[in-house]
């Protein structure tokens, strides 16, 4: 049962909200916690099994994108590095992420590779 505030609450929060326009300016930010708790609640699995799993496949996805691979990873996509660049002591990568369309994502192996 969810309380009043609860759901004044959920009505507010950022969070629940779906980003509206494609600038990214107006993106919502997913913080690590946030991600930790909604891949634990798809799972069924507590924060403390899946934390480990969560930060070793971050590390590995950002040496690739270091390393400069194109990575292909249904469901999420294809990412490849459109722009690097060094700026004021840190490293600025931009990727182009190409995603199917949540209807046409029957068969996402042979999806990928129509890609490029």
Do not use: C, W, Y
């Not at 909200?17 to 798809?42: C, M, W, Y």
């Not at 992420?97 to 990928?112: H, I, P, T, V, Y």
Request: aromatic share 0%.
């Amino acid at each position: 049962m969810v309380s009043r505030k609860q759901e004044r609450r959920s009505k507010h929060d950022p969070s629940t909200e779906e980003p509206t326009s494609s600038d990214p300016g107006n993106a919502h930010v997913l913080q690590k916690r946030q991600f930790l708790a909604q891949i634990a609640q798809r799972t069924g699995l507590r924060n403390t099994e899946i934390k480990p799993v969560v930060e070793a496949t971050l590390a590995e996805l950002g040496d690739a994108i270091a390393a400069g691979k194109t990575l292909a990873l249904p469901p999420l996509g294809r990412a490849r590095i459109n722009r690097q660049t060094d700026a004021s002591g840190s490293e600025v990568i931009v990727l182009r992420l190409r995603r199917r369309k949540a209807a046409e994502s029957g068969n996402e192996d042979d999806a990928q590779g129509a890609d490029e």
